[in-house]
């Protein structure tokens, strides 16, 4: 693998699909001095448009194929439909390129191995290559500082947690409901919003309680009939720890009420996080029995720079990453067992690796 140029740009990116979430990626990326995006690839080209600036300006592609062709790039995010994340993953990691790979790993299990099973053997021909799942939720300024607060032990003992994502069309930041979007296709998502939107609610649940062992849930497609996926789900968790909690999905096209994202219960108080994009949270505790606020800390949107400076300083300085790859097919194999009980009406192990 060519390693990074430095001179003058820093390291090389190429930008692979242009839709909404590239937005906060391209961003994160030009704030940051040690790389230059130099490629965007799509193959609606209308989409790179607003991304047409910067020294130098970024080439723009069609394809993978005559982008790699061109070659002057060192890393690619990935940010493309579920059921193509193992094709152009694969592609890019067989072209000695460091990847970042939008969430989740793949649409499918099987696929997510495959996938993890390339970077393995990439990682082996060059111990220097990256390869990095891009779920954000790790690096939520709220749900860092919920980590720091419970290690603090400003709630005592965390015995158990729940999250609830949930969106409407009147108050998303996000242009999720546009009814021609491969997001309500079951085919390319891989399901519904347990495949999508509530890997990011899962993986907050993970990181203050641990590994999941099984879980229990329902799910409907009652909030918009128009997804083929559900738009509705509600589970119970066990940890691996005995400890349990709760997940709780909605997306809906009616207005919703102001809940929480996420509370977490411990024997000397609370933690809540408001269900705002723009952040906010607030303890409770003996000291602060009626709530202490803690405003925003930053919001869902601030957690793109940090997981891009991640990605980058695992690339130049060599550092770990704060969550490796492997550890993004857990919010992959939550969903999967949630389906599963919902067939069979019972508890579901999450499966091993």
Request: glycine share 8%; hydrophobic share 40%; charged share 25%.
């Amino acid at each position: 693998m060519a390693r990074p140029n430095m001179v003058g740009i820093g390291l090389r990116v190429a930008i692979l699909g242009c839709g909404t979430i590239s937005h906060q990626h391209v961003a994160a990326f030009r704030s940051n001095h040690l790389s230059t995006i130099t490629a965007l690839i799509d193959k609606q080209l209308s989409k790179t448009r607003s991304f047409l600036s910067g020294q130098p300006e970024p080439k723009v592609f069609s394809s993978l194929d005559d982008a790699l062709r061109w070659n002057e790039f060192d890393a690619v995010d990935i940010m493309l439909p579920h059921d193509v994340h193992e094709a152009a993953a694969v592609q890019c990691l067989r072209a000695g390129k460091h990847v970042l790979l939008e969430k989740p790993l793949a649409h499918n299990i099987d696929a997510a191995r495959r996938i993890l099973d390339e970077a393995r053997k990439a990682r082996a021909a060059d111990p220097r290559l990256v390869f990095m799942v891009a779920e954000n939720a790790s690096y939520w300024p709220e749900v860092v500082k919920a980590e720091e607060l419970i290690a603090d032990g400003c709630i005592g003992d965390v015995h158990m947690a729940k999250s609830h994502y949930w969106e409407s069309k009147a108050q998303s930041p996000f242009a999720m409901f546009d009814t021609d979007s491969w997001r309500y296709s079951v085919e390319r998502v891989g399901g519904g919003i347990l495949m999508d939107g509530c890997s990011h609610w899962i993986r907050p649940l993970r990181v203050w309680m641990g590994d999941i062992d099984e879980v229990v849930g329902i799910t409907s497609r009652d909030p918009i009939k128009s997804m083929q996926g559900e738009s509705l789900v509600r589970a119970l968790i066990r940890f691996k720890s005995g400890k349990f909690g709760q997940m709780g999905g909605t997306v809906s096209t009616a207005p919703m009420s102001n809940q929480p994202f996420f509370h977490i219960f411990g024997t000397m108080g609370e933690i809540t996080i408001d269900g705002d994009f723009d952040g906010g949270m607030t303890l409770f505790n003996h000291e602060h029995p009626r709530g202490l606020t803690l405003g925003s800390q930053g919001g869902f949107m601030a957690s793109y720079k940090p997981e891009i400076d991640d990605f980058l300083s695992a690339i130049i300085h060599e550092k770990p990453l704060k969550a490796s790859a492997e550890q993004a097919l857990g919010e992959l194999q939550t969903a999967q067992a949630i389906y599963r009980s919902m067939d069979t009406k019972r508890w579901e192990k999450i499966d091993s690796f």
